[in-house]
Structures are given as C-alpha cells and as structure tokens.
C-alpha cells in the first residue's frame, strides 16, 4: 500500500481518542481542511481546529466511529459519525460526515468532510435549526461564529505559550 498505509485509520483512532497531536502528526505542513461548519482552514488553522473539538469533547459524551475506509498513496476517504451532546442547547447529536483525504509525502495534504448542515442543525438547535438551519445566512453566521471561537482558542494557546516563557 504504499506511503498512504492507514494514516486514515490512525487519524480516526486518535480522533476517538481525542487525541489532537496524534491525529495531527498525519496532516502535512500546507495542509487544507474544509467543511461546511469552519468553511476553508489551512495549515496551523486547521490543526488548532482539530486541537480546540478534542479539548472541548474532554469528559463530555463525544464518541466517533470512522468505517468504509478506502485509500491509496495518492487518495483516500471514510465515513464518520460523531454522537456528542451540542454544548449550547444540551441536545444530541449524531453527525453523519463524508471525508474525502489528499495525500503528499505519506501525510494528509487535503481533507474535504461534508455533511448535512440543515440535518446537523436541526438536531443541534431543534425547532430554530429547523427553521433557518437550511439557509446560506446561518452558514454564513455558523462559519463566522466558529471561527470566532478558533481564534479566541488560537489566541489562549498563544498566551499559555507566552506565559510559560
């Protein structure tokens, strides 16, 4: 198999671990991740998204379960399902994701996942998601809120560093 050789599975792994500097360790350098949520993430971005889920998933109910992994050096892709409880509402969610994996020297070099924002919606904000959940202005604000978040993120991971200087 090649260079490519389970880096899907191990990231997944790591993910059900919540384990970010592992998962990480299989994205390149100029790697980009998009989904629907975060929209376009490159490099150090999208590693401290991966760094600010796993952190916030610690002793909560998050699992995930990867399944219908195919790959090869160049390509890969799986299915994914997160099963948590949306801190912001207290409702379940079970997120059915579709990701598509780039490979360049042995490490992911792009990751696409997609997923149904409006079912996502619906299950995370009920009746409102229902609602609006559907339409490009609640991407638009989605997208704008959790990148707020990654940045204060950002900006905490930042200051930690500075401080133990």
């Not at 799986?78 to 997120?95: L, P």
């Amino acid at each position: 198999m090649g260079s490519s050789e389970n880096i899907i599975e191990k990231f997944y792994e790591a993910f059900a671990n919540l384990d970010a500097e592992r998962m990480i360790e299989w994205y390149h350098t100029d790697v980009t991740f998009e989904d629907p949520a975060f929209g376009i993430l490159k490099g150090d971005q999208a590693r401290n998204m991966w760094r600010m889920l796993c952190e916030t998933q610690k002793g909560q109910d998050f699992t995930v379960q990867a399944s219908n992994i195919e790959f090869n050096d160049t390509r890969g892709k799986a299915r994914w399902e997160a099963y948590y409880t949306f801190s912001k509402t207290g409702r379940r969610v079970h997120n059915i994701i579709h990701a598509e994996f780039e490979f360049k020297d042995g490490k992911i070099i792009n990751h696409v996942d997609r997923f149904n924002l409006y079912r996502w919606a619906k299950q995370s904000m009920g009746f409102k998601g229902f609602l609006v959940g559907w339409t490009a202005f609640f991407r638009k604000k989605l997208n704008k809120k959790v990148r707020h978040y990654l940045s204060e993120f950002e900006n905490e991971q930042h200051n930690e560093k500075t401080l133990v200087r």
